[in-house]
């Protein structure tokens, strides 16, 4: 997929792309010295990563509050929305090489976001997150266990799964109560993105 290609596809402003330009140039730097993505998916970039994240934009709830980007990694699909104007972006990673690179693309991209160099179990908002993200980093149900701290009565989760999600429904299903569809992925035919809303421990 082209620049040009994903702009049609998304709609996203110039100002946009040329963040996300920033973003992928920094991204091909760093992955030469630490892992931050599969190495093959920088052929299609645009499509694996950046369109990946901004097909959660229209998922996105109308009320605000944080939006938490569980084991965020290289920034997706948190860092990513927030380049799009997503507010309140909180990126949770306890890789501290992972955490200097999420907050060098931040500065350079000119997006605001909050950097927590943590792990899962030790961060704290103070305030229900509206939206809880995370993508390649747990099956379902250790998702929930993770979002569970940040959930409040609107929270809406949105987690990247693929072609074995039904299972992972399943198992989950064994240990929490949940109201979930699923919505086909817009860069992966396999995959899909869970939606997740009013969960609790069965």
């Known amino acids: 997929m082209t620049p040009e290609a994903f702009q049609v596809a998304t709609g996203v402003a110039d100002q946009t792309i040329a963040k996300l330009h920033i973003y992928l140039d920094l991204l091909r730097k760093w992955q030469?010295?630490?892992?931050?993505?599969?190495?093959?998916?920088?052929?299609?970039?645009?499509?694996?990563?950046?369109?990946?994240?901004?097909?959660?934009?229209?998922?996105?709830?109308?009320?605000?509050?944080?939006?938490?980007?569980?084991?965020?990694?290289?920034?997706?699909?948190?860092?990513?929305?927030?380049?799009?104007?997503?507010?309140?972006?909180?990126?949770?990673?306890?890789?501290?090489?992972?955490?200097?690179?999420?907050?060098?693309?931040?500065?350079?991209?000119?997006?605001?976001?909050?950097?927590?160099?943590?792990?899962l179990d030790a961060v704290s908002l103070g305030e229900p997150a509206a939206v809880v993200t995370a993508r390649a980093l747990a099956p379902l149900g250790e998702l929930l266990g993770f979002a569970a701290r940040f959930r409040g009565p609107n929270t809406r989760c949105l987690f990247f799964k693929g072609q074995d999600v039904g299972i992972e429904l399943t198992e989950a299903a064994k240990s929490w109560n949940m109201s979930a569809r699923l919505v086909d992925s817009l860069s992966d035919p396999s995959g899909r993105i869970v939606v997740v809303e009013d969960f609790s421990h069965v």
Request: net charge neutral.
């Open 32 to 119: 030469a010295r630490i892992n931050l993505v599969g190495k093959s998916t920088l052929d299609d970039p645009w499509r694996r990563h950046l369109l990946d994240a901004v097909q959660l934009l229209p998922l996105l709830p109308d009320n605000a509050g944080p939006l938490v980007d569980l084991g965020s990694g290289a920034g997706i699909p948190g860092l990513i929305l927030a380049a799009c104007g997503v507010p309140d972006v909180y990126l949770v990673e306890s890789n501290a090489r992972k955490c200097v690179f999420l907050r060098e693309a931040a500065r350079l991209m000119d997006v605001g976001v909050t950097v927590h160099a943590a792990r």
